[in-house]
């Protein structure tokens, strides 16, 4: 039976609401592909987080703590885990001995618990809410993560204060956190330069390039309302733009990398999958081009970023001296 918390620590008709949106992984990509389906997006964004396009964000996090902690670690938590690719890299190449992974949807935690039986992976999966994480109850006792990672996950955290709060008591003394998270303008709100520039990447592509895959021609793109993007997902990037600032209030940050993806992240979507054959390669290494070109000249800012942080010494201090 899936283990589950009390109820005052769920909120029903959000999680419900979650089950419809991200319960059937089969919606996401039900129009066409997304950016980072492209192997040449991955190795592109990679090179920028890892400095090597073959070694993947987490191979380069957990690379980090073996310098300074044996691997496998002891425990590992994974926030907001979907259908849980992250846990499952985890397991795959032994970096921690025993793994927790959380969501708010139940429904998609099946899925990631079906994935995870498929794949042979030892993963314990709870339903749990980023805003009110169970810390106490069983199995989220004080000080026993040695790492804790969010990915794609905590800009849908409303109360980001109260999470980091709960991960520095679950984290051990010198723990590690990893987000790989999109940071930017709360909700989608860009500004109006940066749609102008969605609209003039996608304007050079022909029309073969720019059909979804219900025959659609992509075109003429927007700044969705917030009312929109609510409707969508009440949680939708609800605090983004204060992931890092308030996390460097709480945390000692060991790296930050910023990457790309605030205009191919848009444009790519529901029509990445015309880019996987050779004759679409010059088009898209054109796109990747382009958008790094305008971070490199002060045009655009990047959306999404990479950190890896520490549980500040005082604290670790003060964890220690409470045990």
């Not at 987490?58 to 590992?76: K, N």
């Not at 809410?129 to 040695?146: K, Q, T």
């Not at 219900?214 to 009440?234: A, F, H, M, Q």
């Not at 605090?239 to 993806?261: A, K, T």
Request: proline share 6%; charged share 20%; aromatic share 8%.
């Amino acid at each position: 039976m899936p283990h589950r918390h009390t109820s005052r620590d769920i909120d029903h008709q959000l999680a419900e609401h979650l089950d419809s949106v991200w319960g059937d992984p089969a919606t996401w990509v039900a129009n066409g592909l997304q950016w980072m389906h492209l192997p040449m997006v991955s190795d592109y964004m990679h090179a920028q987080i890892s400095g090597d396009p073959c070694v993947t964000p987490l191979e380069w996090f957990f690379s980090v703590v073996q310098t300074q902690h044996p691997i496998p670690v002891g425990r590992a938590l994974v926030l907001g885990c979907g259908q849980g690719h992250v846990e499952r890299q985890i397991a795959k190449y032994g970096w921690a001995r025993e793994i927790l992974a959380t969501d708010l949807s139940a429904k998609v935690l099946e899925v990631a618990r079906a994935n995870a039986a498929a794949a042979g992976a030892s993963i314990k999966y709870v339903q749990a809410d980023m805003n009110c994480l169970p810390v106490g109850h069983p199995g989220f006792e004080l000080g026993s993560f040695d790492v804790v990672l969010g990915v794609s996950c905590v800009h849908h955290c409303a109360d980001l204060e109260h999470l980091y709060a709960s991960i520095l008591k679950l984290l051990a003394p010198s723990g590690w956190l990893f987000l790989d998270e999109y940071v930017g303008p709360d909700r989608f709100q860009y500004p109006n330069s940066q749609v102008r520039l969605m609209n003039q990447l996608l304007d050079i592509l022909p029309e073969r390039l720019r059909k979804t895959m219900d025959d659609r021609i992509k075109g003429n793109l927007w700044r969705p309302s917030v009312k929109e993007v609510v409707e969508v997902d009440p949680s939708e990037a609800i605090r983004s733009c204060d992931i890092l600032p308030l996390l460097d209030r709480h945390f000692d940050i060991h790296e930050h990398r910023p990457y790309g993806g605030a205009l191919l992240r848009v444009v790519l979507a529901d029509i990445a999958q015309n880019f996987k054959d050779k004759a679409s390669e010059a088009y898209l290494h054109s796109l990747l081009q382009a958008e790094d070109d305008l971070f490199r000249a002060g045009r655009l800012q990047r959306d999404l970023a990479c950190v890896i942080a520490r549980v500040p010494t005082a604290a670790s201090t003060s964890s220690t001296g409470d045990h």
